[in-house]
């Protein structure tokens, strides 16, 4: 069995649940891939908080040096967030010759031909599949099983915290405030839900599915953004008049006089797939001129559909090394 040793950067929410996940289906993957994947290092500074999991003392270091400068760490998990020190790190660790799998949205959206272009130039891998939809296998399906078509429109719910506050103000005819703070309390919003509310976190992926499905480069700061912190009751019921839910949409289409994208709350049909895409998941809608229309449906978010992701990008790397 080929033993394959890993260095994560980060053990928050999403690094401890791809570490529990790893370890939840280690056996099957060993069994299914023939791969021993060991997590050998792990960049944290809070080494005593209780997880939730059994992490060997030995394994933490607070010198990021340490990962990069093992040459027997062949992967790297960055699971930090954020856009700085993540990009630096990344970019470290593949100039030491080290594959990257990657969550980070933020950092990715920012320095895409950054990391990208290191990537190419020390011949080694960069994945990040879960940095879209979470524990929705888009990036593979569109840079492999679907590379075969030119696509003319994307539509997206890319964001399970705006999608969670959307469905209740539907369904339960509540304010966005009082739904906000349900969201709060039960953990589905963050206490502080700018970057979600203020729809930041999708333009983030929709500047990446930007360049993965029509390659074009827009930074996030360039894709027109509104939130949904104006909607009302009044703008539900009118959208429900009409046969219509409001979704905050990540929309692109390509149109004679070039790419138009937006992030924007935008009335869909109820006969529209997206329309029945309820509480925190997201979906994806794409429109190709071979496979015709498509939606891809699941748990955009969570530690442990993100780490179903990353894990996947981690094995088919380790395959080939």
């Given at each position: 069995m080929k033993q394959v040793n890993i260095g994560l950067l980060g053990l928050g929410n999403i690094g401890t649940g791809t570490y529990k996940a790893l370890e939840m289906n280690r056996e099957h993957i060993e069994r299914t891939t023939g791969l021993n994947l060991q997590i050998t290092k792990i960049l944290e500074i809070d080494t005593e908080k209780d997880r939730g999991i059994f992490v060997e003392p030995a394994k933490f270091t607070q010198d990021p040096e340490e990962v990069f400068a093992d040459p027997g760490i062949r992967i790297v998990i960055e699971l930090l967030g954020g856009v700085e020190p993540a990009t630096g790190f990344m970019v470290k660790a593949m100039q030491a010759g080290k594959h990257v799998v990657t969550a980070n949205k933020a950092a990715l959206a920012e320095n895409y031909e950054i990391l990208t272009g290191a990537a190419r130039e020390h011949g080694v891998s960069l994945r990040f599949e879960a940095s879209v939809g979470g524990g929705i296998p888009l990036i593979a399906a569109i840079t492999q099983s679907l590379a075969a078509n030119e696509f003319t429109e994307l539509q997206g719910i890319l964001n399970g915290t705006t999608n969670y506050i959307l469905t209740k103000m539907q369904t339960q005819g509540a304010s966005y405030?009082?739904?906000?703070?349900?969201?709060?309390?039960?953990?589905?919003?963050?206490?502080?839900?700018?970057?979600?509310?203020?729809?930041?976190?999708v333009a983030n992926k929709l500047s990446i599915l930007l360049s993965l499905v029509f390659g074009e480069r827009v930074k996030p700061g360039d894709i027109p953004t509104t939130g949904i912190t104006d909607i009302t009751k009044e703008d539900i019921e009118e959208?429900?008049?009409?046969?219509?839910?409001?979704?905050?949409?990540?929309?692109?289409?390509?149109t004679p006089d070039g790419l138009v994208y937006f992030v924007q709350p935008s009335w869909v049909n109820?006969?529209?797939?997206?329309?029945?895409?309820?509480?925190?998941?997201?979906?994806?809608f794409l429109k190709g001129n071979a496979v015709d229309d498509l939606t891809m449906v699941g748990k955009g978010a969570g530690p442990l559909p993100t780490a179903s992701a990353v894990l996947g990008d981690v094995i088919e790397i380790a395959k080939g090394v």
């Amino acid at each position: 069995m080929k033993q394959v040793n890993i260095g994560l950067l980060g053990l928050g929410n999403i690094g401890t649940g791809t570490y529990k996940a790893l370890e939840m289906n280690r056996e099957h993957i060993e069994r299914t891939t023939g791969l021993n994947l060991q997590i050998t290092k792990i960049l944290e500074i809070d080494t005593e908080k209780d997880r939730g999991i059994f992490v060997e003392p030995a394994k933490f270091t607070q010198d990021p040096e340490e990962v990069f400068a093992d040459p027997g760490i062949r992967i790297v998990i960055e699971l930090l967030g954020g856009v700085e020190p993540a990009t630096g790190f990344m970019v470290k660790a593949m100039q030491a010759g080290k594959h990257v799998v990657t969550a980070n949205k933020a950092a990715l959206a920012e320095n895409y031909e950054i990391l990208t272009g290191a990537a190419r130039e020390h011949g080694v891998s960069l994945r990040f599949e879960a940095s879209v939809g979470g524990g929705i296998p888009l990036i593979a399906a569109i840079t492999q099983s679907l590379a075969a078509n030119e696509f003319t429109e994307l539509q997206g719910i890319l964001n399970g915290t705006t999608n969670y506050i959307l469905t209740k103000m539907q369904t339960q005819g509540a304010s966005y405030g009082d739904v906000l703070a349900e969201a709060q309390a039960k953990g589905f919003a963050e206490a502080d839900p700018t970057a979600d509310v203020c729809g930041h976190d999708v333009a983030n992926k929709l500047s990446i599915l930007l360049s993965l499905v029509f390659g074009e480069r827009v930074k996030p700061g360039d894709i027109p953004t509104t939130g949904i912190t104006d909607i009302t009751k009044e703008d539900i019921e009118e959208a429900a008049s009409q046969g219509c839910v409001i979704k905050l949409l990540a929309s692109a289409s390509r149109t004679p006089d070039g790419l138009v994208y937006f992030v924007q709350p935008s009335w869909v049909n109820k006969d529209h797939p997206l329309a029945r895409v309820n509480n925190e998941f997201n979906a994806l809608f794409l429109k190709g001129n071979a496979v015709d229309d498509l939606t891809m449906v699941g748990k955009g978010a969570g530690p442990l559909p993100t780490a179903s992701a990353v894990l996947g990008d981690v094995i088919e790397i380790a395959k080939g090394v």
